[in-house]
């Protein structure tokens, strides 16, 4: 089985994904640390000399071979299945878990961090907290319909990293258990 934890920066994909590995006993792999070591260059790095088109393509790339292993755990970037072909392909060959949280609790994640190319800017600029919020928003709003597409959907606003990952731990054993029955 390959599980595919998304949600937006912050959501907790890379802080949960290795736990959840540890419990199913399946590999881990953190897509935005693949790259880093691919390239040998941070996430930002990559942003600021290559520009955002360059990472996009690295990023599929990579998804596309890690996605030939399997009984893994990958943690996607934020904006990893905003691509019609990343998601068909993750749809098809595995479980998409969405790690849902809100806005607000987003920006106090986001608001003290500068290794997040997309809101770098607005940290390092102290944009106040409405505008901060209105940026984080407008970007959910075009990326929800897509995380909305996962299979699995994991409200996790008020929940602590074991709780999450006792949920999801349980949602596979039973989807597990099911086609082992089928
Ligand atoms: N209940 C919680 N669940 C998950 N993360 C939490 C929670 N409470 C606080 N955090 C913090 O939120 C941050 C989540 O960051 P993390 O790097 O895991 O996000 P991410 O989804 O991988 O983001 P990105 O898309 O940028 O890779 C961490 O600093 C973590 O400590
Ligand atoms: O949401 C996004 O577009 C991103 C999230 C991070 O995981 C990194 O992949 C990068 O900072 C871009
Ligand atoms: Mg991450």
Do not use: C, W
């Amino acid at each position: 089985m390959k599980i595919y934890l998304t949600g937006f920066m912050t959501s907790g994909k890379s802080t949960i994904g290795p736990i959840l590995a540890n419990v199913l006993g399946y590999d881990f792999y953190d897509l935005d640390k693949e790259i880093e070591e691919s390239e040998k260059l941070s996430v930002v790095e990559i942003f600021e000399k290559y520009g955002e088109k360059y990472f996009r393509e690295a990023e599929s790339k990579i998804l596309n071979e890690l996605s030939k292993k399997d009984n893994l755990v990958i943690s996607l970037g934020g904006g990893t299945i905003v691509n019609q072909k990343n998601f068909d392909m993750m749809k098809n060959s595995g479980t998409i878990i969405y790690l849902k949280v809100s806005p607000n609790t987003l920006y106090k994640r986001l608001k003290h961090k500068t290794d997040r190319p997309i809101f770098k800017d607005l940290v390092l600029n102290n944009k106040n907290e409405a505008e901060f919020i209105k940026r984080i928003s407008e970007l959910m709003e075009k990326r929800k319909q897509y995380y909305e597409m996962a299979d699995i959907i994991i409200d996790t606003e008020l929940t602590s990293f074991g709780k999450t990952v006792d949920r999801i731990a349980k949602k596979i054993f039973y989807l597990n258990n099911e086609k082992n029955k089928s």
